[in-house]
């Protein structure tokens, strides 16, 4: 079994590409494998390894500047769900667009994931989930607005469209992890919505603690690692990923005439051209030529940015 390790902590890196290779180089050490983003506003990333790689990584994290403060969430994989380890740097932790937007000011209320059945069933509260629509198409809360975003970057505009909907109602939000309510909530804020809460810790932490006879979640967890998606308890869930569109699918649905595995999928088939297809096709014989030689190849890195789109 692997442990993995999913975090993120807002803080301000003065040089972030001082801390890369320092990082890089622990994580390599320890065997750890995933995604860490680096940036002037803090970190996130999924990784994954033996648990003392994992304890080893976060103590070198918590000492970075302003990260003594840092929390995560651990669950276990079965197979690695990393194939490299990356550290990259990127203008935003999480890509939301907005250059105002600072989680480290102002955010919304955290609500406990045993206090959330119960404000979301509140009738003044409006449950909104800000994972693109992907993510929300496996699972989602009872009662929870889908905005149908294709990315993070489109929620404040849904919102600038929709906010009519909202008056004098309370906003609860929630997303994987946590880490895009924090900005969405600082940014409603900063549009002046007051009653704004967030599902501390994210459906992750919700679907750790809350047993399956109280949730009110429906479905799986869309995950940013080789699992693809996670149930109650953090257990892996049946979802595989279309590596043309690195959307999930169910097993059955590669039975499927539109599904040609790295190629296509039902849920892509019509969007690509066929010398996209074509190029998909050579994508995929030069991995089963890697394969044949021995050179390991991961297609869950497609999910290399944990929760950035």
Not at 55 to 68: F, K, M, N, Q, Y
Not at 100 to 129: E, F, K, M, Q, R
Not at 138 to 151: C, Q, V, Y
Not at 166 to 190: D, P, V, Y
Request: charged letters at 30%; proline letters at 6%; hydrophobic letters at 30%.
């Amino acid at each position: 079994m692997f442990t993995v390790c999913a975090l993120y902590h807002f803080t301000r890196f003065d040089n972030p590409d001082a801390l890369r290779e320092p990082l890089l180089d622990i994580c390599r050490a320890q065997s750890i494998t995933g995604t860490l983003l680096l940036a002037q506003e803090g970190i996130n990333g999924t990784i994954a390894g033996p648990a003392s790689g994992i304890e080893a990584t976060l103590a070198h994290i918590r000492s970075l500047p302003g990260c003594d403060t840092l929390e995560w969430k651990l669950s276990s994989a079965q197979d690695r769900p990393f194939a490299r380890m990356k550290v990259r740097l990127k203008r935003e932790i999480v890509t939301m667009g907005q250059p105002n937007v600072d989680p480290t000011t102002d955010v919304g209320n955290y609500v406990d994931p045993a206090d959330w059945n119960d404000l979301i069933s509140s009738p003044d509260v409006a449950v909104i989930d800000t994972r693109n629509d992907y993510e929300v198409s496996i699972g989602t809360f009872d009662g929870a607005i889908d905005p149908k975003t294709a990315t993070f970057r489109d929620f404040p505009e849904w919102w600038e469209r929709n906010k009519d909907r909202f008056h004098n109602k309370r906003i609860a939000m929630f997303c994987t992890g946590g880490i895009r309510c924090e900005k969405s909530t600082n940014w409603l804020k900063q549009q002046g919505v007051e009653d704004v809460y967030h599902l501390k810790g994210g459906i992750l932490k919700y679907l750790e603690d809350i047993p399956s006879e109280e949730s009110t979640w429906n479905g799986e967890c869309f995950v940013f690692d080789g699992r693809v998606s996670v149930g109650h308890g953090l257990q892996e869930g049946p979802h595989l990923l279309c590596h043309a569109c690195r959307k999930p699918i169910l097993p059955e649905d590669k039975n499927r005439p539109e599904y040609e595995h790295g190629v296509s999928c039902h849920l892509c088939v019509h969007d690509t051209s066929e010398d996209d297809k074509t190029r998909f096709r050579e994508r995929q014989k030069q991995i089963a030529l890697a394969s044949a030689r021995g050179e390991r190849h991961l297609h869950a890195d497609v999910t290399e940015e944990p929760e950035s789109k």
